[in-house]
């Protein structure tokens, strides 16, 4: 099952992100991957393997390519090494991000320790349900 896979990670998540892409590359080398900028560029540096699609930066837009990916049933699983520590101008595009992944089922691993769970889970290799019915809400009388 070739799934459609986001990599994103926040300046200091950056070498965490590059050093776990190199780690599984085996596993993600048969998917679909896409990555933000300054991200795929140093993943694509450093696990040549690996066949990313470039995006735009995360802050120039990025962030937004791949919520409308999700939005569209198109991203299956979301890994984005997010930097707790330091303020983010973009904020409001991560929890964007973070909302739709959330309302239109895609999987999402913001840390080491969940990316690891997710990739070495048997249903990485599974086809991935986006089941959503928002018909209620849109049908809703104000």
Known sequence: MIKNIALVAHDQKKPEIIEWAKTHADKLAGHNLFATGTTGRLIKENAPELNITPLKSGPLGGDQQLGAMIAEGQLDILFFFTDPMTPQPHDVDIKALLRLSTMYNCVVACNLATANFVVESPLFHQPQEHKTDFT???????
Do not use: E, P, T
């Open 136 to 142: 209620n809400y849109a049908n809703r009388q104000l």
